[in-house]
């Protein structure tokens, strides 16, 4: 995209490297595509995949999204406090935070926007360890694993295809659980919660072609099964206790999530920044909207130019596809044998050589949110040609004094 090159060069000339920069008209155009491909059904914001107050809200007024799946008890906290646009918070992941849980139960406002994830008996002993009395009772959602586990009969579930999450897997599973919470007068459950990560956090196309093969059969078995065994599972709990919602999916899941009648929401936030990792997948295809750049400082031979920084490198299973591209100016790579340095990255093509001590480089993230641990604020650019320009620098988390993880 030659034409975002020229926009953020010319919006952010004023500023030094590194800059952090989220393409607002790229921004608006992924948050409008996930309403279309949810057909209808809220999709709730990965908070995790944005961790910028001012982009949440953002999101938040657009027609089709609809609440805040957090991934801390903390920043669900703080967003309720310090934020007009949020009063529905689920969060993502059990919590062990004292201070939080303490927090939560002595807030009736809170205590009314907020759901804490549950995933086992032992998740409930751990809150009633922690918070001895509530004025009003906790709202909990019940964290269904989907991951898939073929031929469990015989293997014994030794074999698991999907993220390690929830041991609550079966009906039978969830069933004993829900009832565990509906007894107890301090806890109300209002929620159930299915993240397909074998679905939503595999792309379709990745480098190797076989594992590609392997990734488009694992959901094509997948979606099926998940979506059958979320039924049955949502359809007991309801029997015992009036689910407000059933959440489901993720950016890469959308259309089969939004497919399965048993699911109320969806979730989504990557899809809002497209970091690389969402750029193999044939469903949807995002527009980069998140970048950041990085000065050149050194220029150490033909062909070479190395940048100040560029190790942001992104968390989950070590490999290349974590590690930040560059992408403008087109035709530089980096080197296999440095990779992305905390204080210097060297880089390799022929753009090089037109480039200049104090020149920029623009890399995108493999992940989302995850860019926003390395800056105070994300520049916001809006406007096209000789009109681009910054319009907010917008703190993230971590310009606000916030690191949750």
């Not at 936030?269 to 998140?290: H, I, K, Q, R, V």
């Not at 050149?296 to 992104?314: D, E, K, N």
Request: hydrophobic share 45%; glycine share 8%.
């Amino acid at each position: 995209m030659p034409s975002q090159h020229a926009r953020l060069e010319r919006a952010t000339q004023h500023l030094d490297a590194p800059v952090a920069v989220v393409d607002l008209d790229a921004f608006d155009a992924n948050a409008a595509d996930l309403v279309r491909r949810a057909a209808g059904t809220p999709v709730r914001v990965a908070s995790k995949s944005v961790r910028c107050r001012s982009l949440l809200q953002r999101v938040l007024a657009r027609e089709g999204f609809a609440g805040v799946l957090a991934f801390t008890l903390a920043e669900a906290l703080w967003l309720v406090e310090t934020t007009d646009e949020v009063d529905d918070v689920v969060i993502a992941y059990p919590t062990v935070e004292r201070e939080a849980l303490r927090a939560l139960a002595a807030d009736p406002v809170a205590l009314e926007c907020i759901t804490l994830m549950v995933d086992s008996v032992e998740s409930l002993d751990r809150l009633r360890a922690v918070v001895e009395r509530v004025e009003q009772p906790l709202r909990v959602c019940i964290d269904l694993d989907v991951s898939l586990r073929p031929a469990e009969r015989w293997l014994g579930g030794r074999l698991h295809l999907g993220p390690r999450r929830s041991p609550t897997h079966s009906v039978d599973d969830a069933v004993s659980l829900a009832r565990a919470i509906v007894d107890d007068p301090a806890l109300r459950l209002v929620g159930l919660m299915a993240y397909e990560g074998q679905v939503a956090g595999l792309g379709d196309r990745p480098a190797n072609p076989l594992r590609g093969l392997l990734v488009r059969r694992l959901k094509a078995v997948s979606v099926p099964e998940l979506s059958e065994r979320r039924a049955a599972v949502v359809d007991a709990v309801r029997g015992l206790a009036d689910l407000e919602f059933v959440n489901g999916g993720g950016t890469g899941s959308v259309e089969t999530t939004v497919a399965d009648p048993s699911v109320t929401e969806v979730a989504a936030g990557s899809g809002l920044l497209a970091p690389t990792l969402f750029d193999a997948y044939d469903s949807f295809e995002p527009e980069p909207a998140a970048l950041f750049g990085l000065a050149v400082t050194r220029r150490p031979g033909p062909g070479l130019v190395t940048v100040a920084g560029g190790g942001w490198v992104a968390s989950g299973a070590a490999g290349r596809d974590r590690l930040p591209v560059p992408t403008y100016p087109a035709g530089l790579r980096l080197l296999p044998s440095e990779g992305a340095g905390e204080v210097q990255t060297p880089l390799r093509g022929a753009a090089a050589d037109r480039l200049r001590l104090g020149d920029r480089v623009w890399f995108r993230h493999a992940k989302a949110g995850e860019l926003c641990e390395h800056v105070d604020a994300l520049q916001l650019v809006a406007g096209a040609g000789d009109d681009a320009r910054v319009v907010e620098s917008a703190p993230t988390y971590r310009g606000e004094g916030r690191t949750f993880l």
